[in-house]
């Protein structure tokens, strides 16, 4: 279980750093709401933030996946979800994007809903993901990127926070589907969970970039952490076994609470100079 804290933690830090280069690098790429995907496209593959960026994923991503096998799945995914934290911190000191006090507190409380989530952590489950879960996986995969392919064409806020959260459920779908993951032979158990690890991740990281070009860091943040964090926490929970301590469900849900409350008061976090670009 310590090298599962380990990975989980290493992840956080990482992904919290990476989420502000990459609103760095994203805000550079035209916005896919006035120019062609090709162009789009273009424009992000040479761009050397974002290549950079999508190498701290993928190490990061092994690292997460590696947590979520080792750990709780509602536990792993908690606390990679305190890299709302350093994104926050960091982004307000990296793009001068200004936290107000009540942010401040939102951050905080959303630490505490952490603290209180890893101490009520019971055992990871040894349950397996089967083929028929895994398909379902990828129905709900594309049905979300074909929400998110509308959502890319509005510029309003709400699309915003809708590209961001569909980026953080194909997120999600990474670490449930490594748990379809079994002995390295050729099945199909093994070749839709490596599909869906690959792919979920690329979904995951287009559609959170697009997001980052309408709204500041932390707001396109906050929706993307509530979804990869709740999504696979929920169904380890009902399906695959995990378990809370003993007597520590009060615990488990009093911090579920707080963090939600946390994370969505930081969806209203405004940075001005972005959203007035995406106009």
Known sequence: ????????????????????????????????????????????????????????????????????????????????????????FYAAHLLKEHLSTSDKAAVFVTMAGLVLLT??????????????????????????????????????????????????????????????LGNPTFSVENVLSMFLIIVGSLVGFVFYSFSLQRVSTIAATAPLVLAETLVPAGIGLMFLHDTVRQGWWPGAIAGLLLALGGVLTLVRHTAPHVEGMAL
Not at 120 to 146: D, K, Q
Not at 147 to 163: E, G, I, N, P, Y
């Open 119 to 180: 101490a009520s952590s019971g055992r990871a489950g040894g349950e397996r993901v089967h083929e028929r879960f895994l398909w379902m996986l990828i129905i709900f995969l594309v049905m979300g990127t074909l929400a998110a392919t509308f959502a890319v064409q509005s510029k309003d806020r709400a699309a915003a926070v809708t590209l961001a959260a569909v980026g953080g459920a194909a997120y999600a779908i990474t670490p449930l589907a490594a748990r379809g």
């Open 1 to 88: 279980m310590v090298l599962g804290l380990v990975c989980a933690v290493t992840t956080s830090l990482l992904f919290g750093v990476a989420a502000v280069l990459q609103a760095t690098g994203a805000r550079d790429v035209p916005s896919i709401s006035q120019h062609p995907w090709r162009d789009v496209l273009r424009t992000a593959l040479v761009n050397k933030m974002l290549m950079a960026v999508l190498a701290m994923h993928i190490f990061g991503g092994f690292l997460h996946l590696l947590s979520a096998v080792l750990l709780p799945l509602y536990l792993a995914q908690a606390i990679m979800a305190a890299s709302v934290v350093v994104t926050a």
